[in-house]
């Protein structure tokens, strides 16, 4: 049963920066040739989006909104099974709960119905 965890939420001042890990258990979903892991936020009010998705032997897809301001990359060697956010120019706009996602095969597309497993999320407020 894969589990995920997110950590490195809290709060952080406009135009600061922050970067969320997010470890996998439970099963080589994501080091796999097929695997796919990806984050997710949720805004206060609004419905769950797609921030960026990475495949271990890949190239990572992002929103076209967060692009220029977010970096996904995936952990090497003994954190192979861990993914990152970093987040930078940080807004209050990017006020949200974070959702690490993935997926033991399929689509690495920026589609939450992709993503079989999720984590419990992570907060971080900008102010």
């Known amino acids: 049963h894969v589990q995920l965890v997110e950590s490195g939420g809290g709060s952080a001042q406009v135009g600061g920066s922050l970067r969320l890990p997010c470890v996998a258990s439970g099963g080589g979903v994501y080091y796999s040739n097929t695997g796919c892991m990806a984050w997710f936020r949720q805004q206060p009010g609004k419905e769950r989006e797609a921030v960026a998705a990475i495949r271990y032997y890949g190239t990572p897809t992002y929103s076209p909104s967060l692009q220029a301001r977010f970096t996904i990359s995936k952990g090497e060697g003994a954190s192979k099974n861990s993914i990152y956010l970093h987040m930078t120019s940080l807004n209050p706009d990017d006020t949200a709960t974070y959702y690490c996602?993935?997926?033991?095969?399929?689509?690495?597309?920026?589609?939450?119905?992709?993503?079989?497993?999720w984590g419990q999320g992570t907060q971080v407020t900008v102010s």
């Open positions: 996602a993935a997926a033991p095969g399929g689509s690495c597309s920026l589609e939450a119905s992709n993503f079989p497993y």
